[in-house]
């Protein structure tokens, strides 16, 4: 079975900095790592993922990730912070072996970028 | 490429209608759409693995004839929230992949639905 944790629920940042969303997984099989950025009341955007290749990651927006495969993590960041940014953060993960099965999603980390 | 469209995007019912959301896929072909459900502040709950031309696969704990999926095309998956009640309110959300899953899953908008 597949998890994912975001242990903060909250972050809070100050505009230009730079933020760290985390995020752990745990599965079985091969990870498929994904980040989603929700707006309310609006789906699910994405960000970037992790298949292969590469750890680091860049994506929409300028945020990257790292895939960490000792630490089972793959924290979310971004050099320099924009009001804008400010939203609820999911990590996703699924197992590559298993066909095209469904993301389980972390709880979420709600991000506030303070001007 | 890749886009999931959602409707309704808000829908408010009284209690005891029935309530069809409908998911589709715009510009590509999805075998397999996946339901969510998200409650306040609260992370997506799978529901549903909905597959074209066959049964849905539902989640533990999800009542299947509460929340009837119908996968008919290769794009478009409808649920449709039976005998609705207030307990059911709640933000759903649908999800399509192009392929294995590894090109990532793309997402509806979502349809907020408020019983009362």
């Known amino acids: 079975a597949q998890s994912v944790a975001q242990p903060e629920d909250q972050v809070n940042v100050a505009e230009g900095n730079p933020l760290t969303v985390k995020c752990t997984y745990s599965v079985s099989g091969n990870p498929y790592l994904f980040w989603y950025v929700q707006y309310p009341n609006r789906g699910l955007q994405f960000l970037l993922k992790y298949i292969t290749g590469d750890n680091l990651v860049k994506g929409s927006y300028g945020f990257e990730a790292e895939f960490n495969k000792s630490q089972t993590s793959f924290h979310l960041k971004k050099p320099s912070a924009l009001v804008s940014d400010s939203a609820l953060y999911f990590c996703a993960v699924r197992d590559g072996n298993s066909g095209n099965t469904p993301l389980v999603f972390g709880k979420g980390t709600r991000l506030s970028v303070i001007a | 490429g890749a886009v999931v469209s959602q409707h309704p995007s808000w829908v408010i019912c009284k209690s005891g209608t029935s309530v069809k959301i409908e998911c589709r896929s715009l510009?590509?072909?999805?075998?397999?759409m996946f339901w969510y459900r998200q409650f306040p502040k609260q992370s997506l709950m799978l529901m549903a693995t909905s597959n074209e031309g066959s049964k849905a696969t539902y989640e533990q704990g999800v009542e299947k004839d509460k929340f009837l999926i119908n996968h008919a095309s290769l794009t478009l998956s409808t649920l449709t929230v039976t005998s609705a009640h207030p307990e059911d309110s709640s933000f759903y959300i649908c999800?399509?992949?192009?392929?294995?899953?590894?090109?990532?899953?793309?997402f509806g908008s979502g349809t907020r639905l408020t019983v009362v």
């Open positions: 510009d590509f072909q999805a075998t397999t």
């Open positions: 999800s399509a992949s192009k392929g294995r899953g590894d090109y990532g899953y793309t």
